[in-house]
């Protein structure tokens, strides 16, 4: 089996990444884990372009190291007034009970896939790395990509999407296992009876492609940097771990949630914006049914049901929050990223 130097392919200390977690974090979590010579990751799929530059100018400003950002590359569905009105009929009960008139909610997608527009603009900011979740861009942005010298990492939920990745340019091959946090990385299929644990996915994935694979999902220790890197991975992405860490911007009711024995009971969910996600068991979960068909395509969902977030949230409840959490949110502790990611480095070894 070939082995990898990932991190030498990403310019690292470490074959260590950060996962991009989009509302609980920004560049200053980015910056602190990789000046703690990991990846630090932004997620920009839910950023306006002049946000974007903002924080990579803060990220430069806060480290020499490199980074990664990340971006969505579904393809956004049309929308559909008859499923819209039957999910906010669905709704209705909760709406009632929190005094919101729906006829004042606009629809409207809250995630934007990466674009040619998107690529013109980062394209100057020259990110040493970027990463896709949902497939990869067109053809000719990772093209265009590959000639700034940028790296490119993509997420697989299987060995059929490990490859398909391969083939069209990815540089590395994210493992993403069943226990990950937050939105699944699927592609080419939207059965989930076809994914599977991580430790059953990676080394399927290492003996089949030929480019390094970086396990995520579930590792939020040492322990689980060292039995990843035992199957062959080439280096691991953390996500979960870090949400409890001073420079996460996880909000309050999130980080109460991390720390309860609610954390215990994760489950996918297509609630909060109509595509799975593991997240933290709560009410919605419970009553509406987490893979309830009645939520609109990603990203539809998102707009109706923000406002009972919101109503929600103002009441201190997380019953109507996307609490997004990998099935292992024992390593989570609130501790500075340099020192978690230290500590998670130890499962690498001597090096």
């Known amino acids: ?45 839910m950023l ?9 100018a803060a990220i430069r400003t806060g480290t020499w190291r490199p980074f990664n950002l990340n971006f969505f590359c579904h393809t956004p569905p049309e929308p559909d007034d008859a499923h819209e009105a039957r999910w906010r009929e669905r709704l209705a009960p909760y ?10 909610i606009a629809a409207g997608p809250g995630r934007q896939p990466f674009s040619a527009a998107l690529c013109d603009l980062v394209e100057p900011l020259r990110p040493p790395v970027l990463s896709f979740h949902f497939g990869l861009p067109a053809p000719e942005l990772v093209a265009r990509i590959k000639r700034w010298g940028g ?3 993509a997420s697989a939920t299987t060995v059929e999407e490990g490859r398909w990745l391969q083939a ?11 226990e990950a946090g937050g939105h699944r990385g699927h592609f080419l299929s939207d059965d989930l009876s076809r994914q599977s644990g991580l430790f059953a996915l990676l080394p399927q994935l290492v003996a089949a492609l ?15 940097v060292s039995a990843a890197m035992a199957l062959g991975a080439a280096g691991v992405q953390v996500g979960t771990a870090y949400m409890l860490c001073p420079e996460a911007t996880t909000s309050a009711l999130h980080r109460a949630a991390l720390q309860s024995e609610a954390a215990h ?11 799975p996600a593991r997240g933290i068991v709560n009410r919605a979960m419970r009553e509406l049914g987490a893979m309830s068909p009645d939520a609109p395509a990603f990203p539809l969902a998102t707009s109706a049901i923000a406002p009972l977030r919101a109503k929600a ?30 500590a998670l480095a130890a499962g690498f070894g001597p090096r």
């Open 95 to 104: 709406y009632a009970e929190f005094g919101i008139d729906p006829a004042g």
């Open 210 to 224: 030929e480019v390094p694979v970086i396990a995520a999902g579930g590792i939020a220790d040492a322990g689980g």
């Open 1 to 45: 089996m070939p082995t990898f130097d990932l991190a030498r392919l990403l310019g690292t200390e470490l074959p260590l990444i950060q996962a991009p977690m989009a509302g609980v974090q920004g560049s200053a979590l980015a910056i602190a884990v990789s000046q703690a010579g990991a990846l630090g990751s932004l997620p920009c799929a």
């Open 168 to 178: 069209r340019g990815a540089d590395a091959v994210i493992a993403q296992g069943l």
């Open 265 to 275: 009971h994760t489950a996918l969910t297509r609630l909060f914006t109509g595509r």
């Open 313 to 342: 949230e103002a009441q201190g409840s997380g019953d109507f929050t996307p609490l997004w959490s990998g099935q292992n949110a024992a390593g989570c502790r609130p501790m500075p990223a340099r020192e978690l990611t230290r």
């Open 151 to 153: 790296r490119i990492l």
């Open 48 to 56: 306006a372009p002049d946000a974007i530059q903002r924080e990579v």
